[in-house]
T-cell receptor, first 109, second 113 residues
Framework: GQNIDQPTEMTATEGAIVQINCTYQTSGFNGLFWYQQHAGEAPTFLSYNVLDGLEEKGRFSSFLSRSKGYSYLLLKELQMKDSASYLCAVMDSNYQLIWGAGTKLIIKP | IAGITQAPTSQILAAGRRMTLRCTQDMRHNAMYWYRQDLGLGLRLIHYSNTAGTTGKGEVPDGYSVSRANTDDFPLTLASAVPSQTSVYFC????????????FGPGTRLTVL
């Protein structure tokens, strides 16, 4: 079967750095996505990785290792507005997104 | 409008009733999707459409139907609602099938009693 695993909840301090991990087992691989979802709102796109390595976009970076079935999202200089759920999703061989349950990130002052 | 809109925002429905959730996008995207999101579970694909006139089944299609008469609209119909269909429903679109970014509507919170 297809499976995406990520921690249910994480807590971090404002101004700090946090890494959210995601491991996956899917039928085929056409890219890995990270989305941010604030409570009661729609998911919004953060990043896309299809090749191994690190993609940096401002305070957010995303890393992919296809051989290990592993990705992480790195958030730097945390701000209170970063409190949200972070969703990992993999596009499978049918070009459909398989979603993890999301990691709820709590930022404390 | 800009982006994707969904209606209604929320709805309480008696079991056995028929309900259509509406979704409209103005980005001229070819591909559209319906997901449901339940607590503790990832988003699950119900149905999708890669282009106007075509539709396909996702991971959890039973009890739902869709149509794609034109590029902009992608309604989702529950023929006879059951309590297990209580969920938050998101419509999304992307430029084309497999394109790397999906844009989401604000969601419809549906409660079936």
């Amino acid at each position: 079967g297809q499976n995406i695993d990520q921690p249910t909840e994480m807590t971090a301090t404002e101004g700090a750095i946090v890494q959210i991990n995601c491991t996956y087992q899917t039928s085929g691989f056409n890219g890995l996505f990270w989305y941010q979802q604030h409570a009661g709102e729609a998911p919004t796109f953060l990043s896309y990785n299809v090749l191994d390595g690190l993609e940096e976009k401002g305070r957010f970076s995303s890393f992919l290792s296809r051989s290990k079935g592993y990705s992480y999202l790195l958030l730097k200089e945390l701000q209170m507005k970063d409190s949200a759920s972070y969703l990992c999703a993999v596009m499978d061989s049918n070009y459909q997104l398989i979603w993890g349950a999301g990691t709820k990130l709590i930022i404390k002052p | 409008i800009a982006g994707i809109t969904q209606a209604p925002t929320s709805q309480i429905l008696a079991a056995g009733r028929r309900m259509t959730l509406r979704c409209t996008q103005d980005m001229r995207h070819n591909a559209m999707y319906w997901y449901r999101q339940d607590l503790g579970l990832g988003l699950r694909l119900i149905h999708y459409s890669n282009t106007a006139g075509t539709t396909g089944k996702g991971e959890v299609p039973d009890g739902y139907s869709v149509s794609r008469a034109n590029t902009d609209d992608f309604p989702l119909t529950l023929a006879s609602a059951v309590p297990s269909q209580t969920s938050v429903y998101f419509c999304a679109s992307s430029e084309r099938e497999g394109y790397n970014e999906q844009f989401f509507g604000p969601g419809t919170r549906l409660t079936v009693l």
